[in-house]
């Protein structure tokens, strides 16, 4: 449980992390990028800029660039940027603006 | 999960600005600075940057400037830089190498009295400058 990093939902944050091998879970707000094993914008969170990891699901709101092996895209999510993937799913309802492609 | 606080996983490496955090717990490697109800730096985080806060439990590496209410520094905390505490709590190991201030709020503790004397001179002041001009308009009549 110590290795996760959570972002509560009042909190908003501006920065780099890493966080290599390890899980990240934004709530609220996220600004600046993340390098991480597993990425979860939950519903209501706001990210803006560049996440990198293996995987990421995207149920918030997401400005930016993406960059994983497997990539899902919830209904509530909002996206915005481009979308570097090797796997994606996208559920009805989910709006995607911007430009998909697969990791080179 | 929405109840849960926030916090930097241990092996994770952050560097930035956090903001509108009641309770943040640090398991990582942290720079930055934090206005904040209640922290927590644990015992694999190193922390570099201000801390304010209500509370502050330390059984990690610090580095900086912290001001808080309550202070505690565990057996494993190595805190450099500068705190300034209202209450703390020091556990025997723990290893500091810095600045300690007991009430740095010194807006409370300079003495009252030299200001209030300082307007109540200048009102003086004042009331006597009146007289002189009245007095003044009474000799122009």
């Given at each position: 449980m110590s290795e996760i990093t959570y972002i509560s939902k009042e909190v908003s944050v501006e920065g780099?992390?890493?966080?290599?091998d390890l899980?990240?879970?934004?709530a609220g707000s996220f600004s600046g990028n993340i390098n991480a094993n597993e990425v979860v914008l939950e519903e209501g969170s706001r990210f803006e800029g560049e996440v990198e990891a293996r995987t990421i699901i995207i149920e918030g709101e997401l400005k930016g660039k993406v960059k994983s092996y497997q990539l899902t895209v919830a209904q509530t999510a909002r996206v915005d940027g481009e979308?570097?993937?090797?796997?994606?799913?996208?559920?009805?309802g989910a709006e995607i603006a911007g430009s998909i492609a697969r990791v080179s | 999960m929405s109840d849960q606080q926030s916090s930097i996983g241990s092996g994770a490496k952050f560097k930035g600005k956090i903001s509108g955090a009641k309770a943040l717990e640090i398991n990582g490697d942290v720079e930055a600075d934090i206005d904040i109800g209640k922290i927590t730096i644990g015992q694999d985080a190193h922390f570099k940057g201000g801390i304010k806060a209500d509370l502050a439990v330390i059984s990690g590496i610090y580095e900086g400037t912290m001001q808080a209410e309550s202070i505690w520094l565990t057996d494993t905390s190595r805190v450099s830089g500068e705190i300034r505490y209202q209450s703390l709590q020091m556990d025997r190991g723990a290893a500091l190498n810095c600045r300690v201030?007991?009430?740095w709020d010194d807006t409370d503790q300079k003495p009252k009295k030299s200001k209030s004397k300082e307007t109540k001179e200048s009102s003086e002041d004042s009331e006597n400058v009146s007289e002189d001009i009245t007095e003044e308009s009474n000799e122009n009549e």
């Open positions: 780099v992390l890493e966080a290599a899980k990240v879970i934004v979308l570097l993937t090797n796997s994606i799913e996208v559920a009805s | 201030v007991y009430n």
